[in-house]
């Protein structure tokens, strides 16, 4: 193999992981090319820290190296790198995954997340992007979208994914009107049955909405019962810590 085939190679594997994780025989038979070769490109990748392994797993995901160059060639450079500990310190307080999306057109792009050690965890929503109206993380930057951009995003059906997901434009409006009072929104299996999750806005410049912070886990145990009010207080916490760290570009 020349070391251009090599790079043209390893390009199409970071594709198919951008759009969430995957196996080696899953991404074989995407980019068409023996589990043997592709195995060996995930392993130069991991050792550069392109992908790295889904924790307990033997799938594949983005590595935080790729966030970490992509961060620094966006504005608020170095946003995933910023967010990182809070992400963590979030993580361990709930008990649940938490992650950090941003804008891209009207869908969330997920870029990263901290992981818990309980044994049964949700999955991990890294390199995906998904609707706006669905997740929790849309949600919250629906609710600070300029009115004008609002108002093209309503010029699109809103797509169903469970029977729980708001297809109706009064209903979100609605929602919306909530989380802006209460600086959280909460989904209940609206994108992917089994699974509940919460989130507020990260706020920059001029209280430009620039991303979410959410928490995520299994609808059973996820929020335990009395624990809401406790959950959004961290997760309001979390963004705001962010949103300040942004504002003092730190």
Known sequence: MSRVQAIERAFAVLAVLADGPAGVTDVADRVRLPKSTVARLLRALQREGAVEQVPGETRYRVGERMGLLAARLTPGASLVSLARPTLEELAADVGEAAGLGVPDGFRVHY???????????????????????????????????????????????????TPNTITDAGQLLARLDRIRAEGVAWVREEFDVG??????????????????????????????????????????????RVSDSLRRGA
């Open 195 to 240: 699974i509940n999750s919460a989130a507020a806005v990260v706020l920059g410049e001029r209280s430009r909405p620039v991303a979410a912070i959410h928490v995520h886990g299994p609808s059973y145990r996820f929020p335990e019962a009395g624990d809401e009010a406790r959950v959004s207080g961290l997760l309001r916490a979390a963004a705001g």
């Open 111 to 161: 870029i990263d997340q901290a992981d818990t050690t309980n044994a049964v965890q949700a999955r991990d929503w890294t390199g995906t992007r998904v609707p706006m109206h669905a997740v929790p993380s849309g949600q919250a930057l629906l609710a600070h979208m300029p009115a004008p951009e609002f108002a093209r995003f309503l010029g699109a059906p809103l797509e169903r994914f």
